[in-house]
């Protein structure tokens, strides 16, 4: 299937499709100098079917995990694309998950004020959310997403065969944006986690959720105003997610648990919780309240003493609230039950 990005001289094609990423080179051209981001967890013969089909692949392996959105790396990419001679028509193509494609992103985002970004997600995660709506970023001192900018692809490439090597916690962390876009917009979404199998399911599973996600972005892409519901459940899971000591716990994972508190009505909150346990993710967690707090208040989406919190009231709904700090303080608690 493919679905277009309507966003008028910045609109692309994201294309979900089993064996796609034999063929990315039928889709756009490859035939110049690519920067392959990927991270070492991606399997070789993936990275090795991309640079087969670009006419001079240049690679760039980061470490896995969430430590590589840093400068540190995005000066790697830099310094390579810059000593290999890469010039404005050239382009970036992100391997891997989210990690990956906020680094890769950010790089084609900065490289001679922006280049060509390509995106060809592996991860559940990648897949359902994070590869489309143009937001990329590193982390700075601990605080997640801290820097970044908005940059779109030109192409996103999501091949479903790619998630068979996928580990099963992390195949199942990237489901939990999924459960996020049903509870925000798509109640029949929501109800396929009730009632079906994912695995099955999943084709499903990844179209629905990236039409909710591409229908807010569509409307409001530099997040000024209505984009903001896409961060349901990100301001506790940020927190919880940039806590040191709990950082063991995947993205999605935080989200899944920084949704509870935001869930207003408790027959709903019951449901999700059963969904968690369907899927094996996370339904509850003890923390230090404070740090969480203190974590989540440095997200950028704080200003002054209030702060914009993404509310569901009922299933397929949400609402923006703008509080005081100390009621997001109640609502973090001392954990989540
Ligand atoms: N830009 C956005 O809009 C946006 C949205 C949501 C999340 N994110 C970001 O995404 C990141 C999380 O992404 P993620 O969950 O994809 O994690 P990730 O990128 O760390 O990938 C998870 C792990 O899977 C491995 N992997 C990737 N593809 C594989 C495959 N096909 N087979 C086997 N192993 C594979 C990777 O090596 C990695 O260790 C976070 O940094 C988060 O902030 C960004
Ligand atoms: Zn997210």
Redesign the pocket.
Known sequence: MKLTMRLGVRSYDIVVRRGALARVNQLINLNRKVLVVT?????RR?VEAILAQCGRGVEVCVP???GS?SFACLERILTTMLEAGFGRSDAVLAL???????LAGFAAACYMRGVDFINCP??T??QI??SI?G???VNLAGT??VVGAFHQPRLVVADPD??D???RR?FI??LA?AVKAGLIADEDLFELFETGDADKDLEEILYRSLVVKKNVVENDERETGRRAVLNFGHTIGHGIESAEHLGGL???ECVALGMLPMIEDETLRSRVKAVYKRLGLPASIEYDGDEIFRFATHDKKASGDAVTVVRVPELGQVRLDKIPLEELRTLIGEGIQ
């Open positions: 991270d070492e967890g991606v399997p993936y896995q995990g969430e959105k891997g998950g989210g990690v990956v494609g906020d592996t991860t995660l990648s959310d994070s709506g937001k990329t970023a997640k997403n790619t998630l090597t996928l580990p992390h962390n990237g944006e995947y993205h999605g």
